[in-house]
C-alpha cells in the first residue's frame, strides 16, 4: 500500500542546515499499523508529511497503491492524496465556522467521491453515528471536547473512504482514559476497513497495538 525509499529532507536556517530524513525508508502493507516513534525533534511529523504528499522531499520517492507521489504533477498529486490518504492531527483542524457535519464532509467536496452534496452529508452523518456523535451533527466545533473533537476528525479522515491514515500524535492533547477510547475507535475503524495505518506517538503503550515499531533515529527508520 505504502513503499517509501531513500527519503532526505533538509531544512536550511539562518545560520544551519538541518538534515531531518537521510535516507529513511519504510513499507506498509495494506491492512498493516506501523508506529513510528523517536525523540522529540527527529522529523517524525515531516516523515508523516512527506509520506501524505503534504511536503515534498528533497530525493526519494513515495508510492501510494503503486502510484508515485512525487512523480505527479501538484494537481494530480493533490487528488491521489484525497482519494488514497485519511489525515489525523494532534490538534485536530476543525473549522470552527462550520458545523461537525460539515468539518467531516470537507474532503469530499472537491469531487473525488463523484456524489452529490446530498449524498456526501448522508455518508458524513453515517461516519458520525460509527464514531458515537450522532447526536452532535449540528454542533459547532468548540461546543465539544477534545475527544468529541478528534472523534470528528476521525470521522472527515474516513469521509473519502481512503486506504491509508496517517496519523500524527492523535491522543497527544487528550487525557489517558479519552485517549485509549480514541485509539480503540481508530483500531477497530482500521480494521474493519482493512486500512493501513501509519501513526507517530510519543505512547509506548499505543505504539505496542500496532503490528510494527519503528523509531526514526539520526534520520532513519529503524527497529528499536
Known amino acids: 500500500m505504502l513503499d ?11 545560520h ?5 530524513l537521510k535516507g529513511a ?18 522529523g517524525k511529523s515531516t516523515l508523516l508529511h512527506v509520506l501524505g504528499g503534504l511536503d515534498r522531499p528533497d530525493a526519494g520517492e513515495v508510492s501510494i497503491d503503486g502510484q508515485p507521489l512525487y512523480a505527479l504533477s501538484q494537481r ?13 492531527f494532534q490538534s485536530y483542524h476543525l473549522l470552527s465556522e462550520m458545523d461537525v457535519t460539515e468539518n467531516v464532509m470537507l474532503p469530499a467536496m472537491t469531487g473525488v467521491l463523484r456524489l452529490s452534496r446530498r449524498q456526501v452529508r448522508q ?23 477534545g475527544g468529541e473533537q478528534q472523534r470528528v476528525a476521525l470521522a ?3 469521509i473519502t473512504d481512503p486506504a491509508l491514515i496517517l496519523a500524527d500524535e492523535p491522543t497527544g492533547n487528550l487525557d489517558r482514559l479519552t485517549g485509549a ?3 480503540e475507535l481508530l483500531f477497530g475503524l ?9 501513526m507517530v506517538t510519543h505512547s509506548p503503550e499505543t505504539a505496542a497495538l500496532c503490528d510494527r515499531v519503528l523509531e526514526l533515529r539520526d534520520g532513519l527508520l529503524q527497529t528499536p
Not at 517509501?4 to 531544512?11: C, E, F, S
Not at 494530480?76 to 489525523?88: S, W
Open 4 to 14: 517509501a525509499t531513500d527519503l532526505h529532507k533538509t531544512y536550511v536556517l539562518p
Open 16 to 20: 544551519k542546515r538541518v538534515e531531518v
Open 25 to 42: 525508508a519504510l513499507r506498509v502493507a495494506q491492512g498493516e499499523r506501523v508506529a513510528i516513534v523517536g525523540r522529540s525533534g527527529a
Open 76 to 88: 494530480r498529486r493533490t487528488a491521489l492524496r484525497a482519494a488514497k490518504i485519511g489525515f489525523v
Open 123 to 145: 455518508r458524513a452523518l453515517t461516519l458520525l453515528e460509527q464514531v458515537g456523535l450522532a447526536d452532535r451533527a449540528t454542533h459547532m466545533p468548540l461546543e465539544l471536547s
Open 156 to 158: 472527515r479522515a474516513l
Open 181 to 183: 477510547q480514541i485509539m
Open 190 to 198: 482500521s480494521c474493519s476497513r482493512a486500512l493501513s495505518l501509519v
